[in-house]
């Protein structure tokens, strides 16, 4: 078992920048991938990026490609988001998840069902 907090969201204008962190309890070997969702008012989740545990390689969506970067200090147990060139269609609640399906394959887990651990998200609004 695992458990996820994320900060660090809260307002901010578009154009600017937002940096999310999400801290790891429990279960802390870091063998976990991770990802960032976000889920906006009627709207799915969706996936705004994984990294994997050991070779650190990312994934992004098409919409944060060039904006969003995801980074993670295995030793602290964290993972954050780092969110700039904000736009107010980012404004979402912003989940931290993490993933032990396909920890020893090069396969990033891009679908909400591969995660089975979750914070319980933070708020991030963009005014425009």
């Known amino acids: 078992q695992v458990q996820l907090v994320e900060s660090g969201g809260g307002l901010a204008q578009a154009g600017g920048s937002l940096r999310l962190s999400c801290a790891a309890s429990g279960r802390t070997d870091s063998r976990f991938d991770m990802g960032w969702f976000r889920q906006a008012p009627g709207k799915e989740r969706e996936l705004v990026g994984c990294?994997?545990?050991?070779?650190?390689?990312?994934y992004y969506e098409d919409s944060v490609k060039g904006r969003f970067t995801i980074s993670r200090d295995n030793a602290k147990n964290m993972v954050y988001l780092q969110m700039s060139s904000l736009r107010p269609e980012d404004k979402a609640v912003y989940y931290c998840?993490?993933?032990?399906?396909?920890?020893?394959?090069?396969?990033?887990?891009?679908?909400?069902?591969?995660?089975?651990?979750w914070g319980a998200g933070t708020q991030v609004t963009v005014s425009s």
């Open positions: 998840a993490a993933s032990d399906r396909y920890l020893y394959g090069v396969r990033l887990p891009i679908t909400p069902a591969s995660y089975p651990y």
């Open positions: 990294i994997k545990w050991s070779s650190y390689t990312t």
